[in-house]
């Protein structure tokens, strides 16, 4: 989740209301508050003793999007809720759970990122995908990546992506000769209940 960095200044979450409220609702009063919470932050960057450009301060200043930071929580369904993901807790994650772990939020932000333009693909390109997770995770997995509609393209020696909770998919298996160095390929389609060759 996003969350304002908490070694910002106090007023820096009133400050972010304010910029996300609708322009047409914002009064003299949210102005004025804005106002003086830059020059406050104005004016700490002059006092400050950096080796940083007057632009360089100013724009760290102004820069509203370094105001955040991306937190994962994770819900192991052991009776603790959700905790952040730290590298303490990551560290005694099974080997399937860290993938699981770290790939999930990845694939919302490219999801999110894709939001902005509708029409455009939504590729996402992965090699050698969740290794070390088991079959019914994949499944899952794989029920996001649809859900996400992102347009999965991976590699893999051993993913048939045979899951019921995958709609479809094409599955090229590339063929070396012994004798030469031609490949081919063979073309599989998974329909959501069959593999079926073409």
């Known amino acids: 989740m996003w969350q304002i960095r908490p070694d910002l200044p106090d007023g ?4 972010r209301e304010l910029l996300l409220k609708d322009p ?3 009064t003299d009063t949210d102005r004025e508050a ?3 919470f830059f020059r406050s932050r104005i004016e700490e960057a002059k006092s400050s003793d950096t080796a940083a450009s007057w632009e360089e301060q100013l724009g760290e200043v102004l820069d509203y999007t370094a105001w955040h930071q991306f937190t994962v929580r994770l819900d192991r369904a052991n009776g603790a809720g959700w905790q952040p993901l730290t590298k ?5 994650l099974s080997g399937g759970e860290k993938a699981i772990a770290l790939h999930l939020p990845l694939f919302a932000a490219v999801s999110a990122h894709y939001e902005a333009v509708p029409q455009a693909p939504r590729p996402i390109l992965l090699d ?4 070390g997770v088991d079959t019914v995770n994949r499944g899952q997995v794989f029920a996001l990546l649809t ?3 992102l347009d999965l393209m991976l590699t893999s020696d051993h993913e048939w992506c045979t899951y019921g909770e995958l709609p ?3 599955v090229h298996q590339l063929l070396t000769g012994t004798d030469d ?3 081919t390929s063979a073309r599989f389609v998974w329909t959501g209940t069959d593999l079926e060759a073409e």
């Open 147 to 149: 859900a996400l509609d």
């Open 181 to 183: 160095d031609a490949v």
């Open 128 to 131: 050698e995908v969740f290794v």
């Open 88 to 92: 303490k807790l990551h560290g005694a």
């Open 24 to 26: 047409g609702r914002v």
């Open 34 to 36: 804005l106002h003086a």
């Open 12 to 15: 820096t979450r009133t400050a």
């Open 168 to 170: 479809g998919i094409a």
